[in-house]
């Protein structure tokens, strides 16, 4: 499984920016995607997931009601909408995704994802 990460880019303090997240996996309701980011100095963390089905999210508390994650399987593409930008945001931003038997489950640990995208740049300007 392939994916393809596209979207990031410089922005200022309060703007948006959609990324994109297009996977070569044929029978895409059983997988579970994840974006994940990774700021200078600092580890990967987890930014949100979703389920194969698109009905089941997860969101680290610092992008609760600022991110939206979700997919359309006919396109085989994931997507994160991030709004009110902020300047720790700034990072390098992954997409995953990982098989999972059931349609219904979001994996919610970098552990649980086999297949990763090239990574694209956020930067969020003050």
């Known amino acids: 499984v392939q994916l393809q990460a596209s979207g990031g880019g410089l922005v200022q303090a309060g703007d948006s920016l959609r990324l994109s997240c297009a996977s070569s996996?044929?029978?895409?309701?059983?997988?579970?995607m994840g974006w994940f980011r990774q700021a200078p100095g600092k580890e990967r963390d987890i930014v949100a997931t979703?389920?194969?089905?698109?009905?089941?999210?997860y969101y680290e508390d610092s992008v609760k009601g600022r991110f939206t994650i979700s997919r359309d399987n006919a396109k085989n593409t994931a997507y994160l909408q991030m709004n009110s930008l902020k300047p720790e945001d700034t990072a390098v931003y992954y997409c995953?995704?990982?098989?999972?038997?059931?349609?219904?489950?979001?994996?919610?640990?970098?552990?649980?994802?086999?297949?990763w995208g090239q990574g694209t740049l956020v930067t969020v300007s003050s």
């Open positions: 995953a995704t990982g098989f999972t038997s059931s349609t219904r489950v979001r994996l919610t640990s970098a552990g649980g994802y086999k297949y």
């Open positions: 996996a044929r029978t895409s309701s059983h997988y579970s």
């Open positions: 979703i389920s194969g089905s698109g009905d089941l999210t």
